[in-house]
């Protein structure tokens, strides 16, 4: 049996509101308790959505193993046997919860699968069955600890498999709030979630296990509840302004990128090149100056000005912190006497005239010895320098970039599988979103530098700092899908995604 390949192009027309699992339960109980739709009814309705799913993704599939524990999603688990089993299909049900401490409803699901055709298998580590599906239904959303014992056991067998592999809600031991392994967990082909979306999915280690999400909301109404805006690029782009006919280059904003310390001269490249493709009027960048001339030679578009005396910083990099409407700082600004200096003059600037920033790379390592807030600039640490920031080990991503904000204000942009960004919409409290774009190729040098660029450019163009940093996100990984369809992901270089980056920000 073929495996399908993960493909994030799948999300995209799924809803765009992410859930905790105490939200969704909470759904659940007011679909069953004020609607008066019983869970047995809920539980069949899951595993018809189920059924659907399997045939039409593995039409050639014969012999099916469902995989049961001892909660309500084993109760979606045997009736999903049960029904297969009465379409002619040879299924195999493997017990490994106990069935005494099934669910009122769950009870009323096995007692189904037991009138059904199903074979039925207590679990055993030397039970050999030939499966072409597996179907996961051992934990569900309840998993909150590290899977030990006969579940471990029952997953790394999955696993093991080698065949197509079908979670209903999540894939078992992953922890549906924050996306990370409880130890050990179920790599699902396809993922069947309902009621409402789990966050987990989209983030951390969810976004490579959960593999093809599907959903379905079973008749629940999730609507006056408040989630994770998963974003769109067709929502956000269509709120970019188009430019009037009589504009010119100052309409649209000075950046000054700072940074490049002695041999690290191709990350403030980057980030400048990145703004002016995203649309900047001007572009100037304060660097080392052995790096000037390659600059202007890559680039003859950018203001470049190089100085590496310490005595003259100050006369050299202030009127140009006074022209730029924008800051961005820390792209290749590295650890030195010169990079300290510059980043203290940067900040001061940045901080007494609440221009909008950009921090980044060193200057966030920096960041983290300051007990500092501003709302104007937007903060773009990977799970390392978030780490640095907040003085501890980032566990929960979400609690990471919320946490990040508080202390910070302005905008946090936790990068990674499932960027996460919190921020203010106007005249509204923090929020945070979850851009579903971006793949492993992306896992190179120099793909923070040119996100940087964007987001100035954006900020450049008077667009509020959460938005900018929403849309910014969006292009750059839709930018690197678009490069890995054409070409693959190994090999992918930041500078291969400008002209992609370019038309997306046209696209409107």
């Known amino acids: 049996m073929v495996l399908l390949p993960y493909n994030l192009f799948m999300h995209i027309q799924l809803p765009t509101t992410l859930y905790t699992t105490s939200q969704v339960k909470e759904f659940d109980r007011i679909t069953i308790e004020e609607r008066g739709i019983s869970g047995l009814t809920l539980m069949r309705r899951a595993a018809t959505v189920c059924v659907k799913t399997l045939t039409e993704t593995w039409p050639e599939a014969k012999n099916i193993s469902v995989y049961c524990g001892s909660g309500n999603n084993a109760g979606d688990g045997y009736i999903v046997a049960g029904m297969l089993a009465e379409k002619g299909f040879n299924v195999s049900v493997v017990v490994v919860g106990d069935c005494d401490k099934l669910s009122k409803d769950a009870k009323k ?65 992953l922890d549906a709030d924050t996306g990370l392994v409880l130890g050990l967990a179920v790599k699902a082909d396809i993922t069947v979630s309902f009621i409402g979306l789990k966050r987990g999915l989209f ?15 079973l008749g629940a109404d999730t609507r006056l509840e408040h989630g994770i805006q998963c974003l769109r690029y067709s929502e956000l782009i269509a709120q970019l302004p188009k430019r009037s006919r009589q504009s010119y280059k100052n309409d649209f904003g000075h950046v000054l990128v700072i940074g490049g ?11 400048a090149e990145a703004a002016l493709r995203s649309g900047a009027g001007l572009v100037s960048v304060f660097t080392h100056s052995d790096h ?16 590496d005396n310490l005595s003259i910083v100050d006369s050299v990099l202030a009127p140009m912190l006074q022209r730029a409407k924008v800051i961005v700082l820390g792209p290749g600004l590295g650890q030195s006497d010169w990079s300290e200096k510059v980043f203290q003059l940067t900040l001061a600037h940045i901080l007494s005239t609440e221009k909008y920033a950009v921090i980044d790379a060193d200057a966030l390592t920096k960041l983290a010895d300051h007990k500092v807030k501003n709302k104007q600039w937007v903060l773009t640490p990977h799970p390392g320098e978030a780490a640095r920031l907040l003085g501890t080990k980032v566990v929960d991503r979400f609690a990471a970039v919320s946490e990040i904000q508080a202390r910070f204000g302005g905008v946090a942009l936790l990068k990674g599988a499932g960027t996460l960004i ?45 938005f900018a940093t929403q849309l910014a996100v969006v292009v750059h990984s839709l930018a690197a899908d678009e490069c890995v369809k054409e070409n693959g992901e190994r090999g992918l270089l930041a500078t291969d995604l400008m002209r992609n980056i370019r038309r997306l920000l046209n696209d409107c």
């Open 109 to 173: 699901a096995w007692q189904y699968c037991l009138a059904s055709n199903s074979a039925i298998f207590d679990f055993e580590l030397d039970l050999e069955l030939a499966s072409d599906v597996i179907v996961d239904a051992l934990l569900g959303i309840g998993a909150s600890r590290d899977v030990k014992s006969k579940y471990a056991l029952a997953i790394e067998k999955i696993n093991a498999a080698g065949v197509g592999v079908l979670s209903i809600d999540v894939p078992s031991g």
């Open 203 to 217: 983030t951390a280690d969810g976004v490579e296990l959960s593999g093809k999400v599907v959903f379905d909301a």
């Open 261 to 271: 310390d002695s041999g690290m001269g191709g990350a403030v490249a980057m980030t």
């Open 292 to 307: 000037s001339s390659a600059i202007l030679a890559r680039c003859p578009e950018l203001m470049v000005q190089g100085d």
């Open 422 to 466: 919190r921020g203010e919409r106007i005249q509204r409290k923090s929020e945070t979103s979850l851009c579903p774009y971006g793949n492993p190729g992306m896992s190179t040098a120099g793909m923070g530098d040119v996100l940087c660029g964007v987001v100035a450019a954006l900020l450049a163009q008077s667009c509020s700092p959460y």
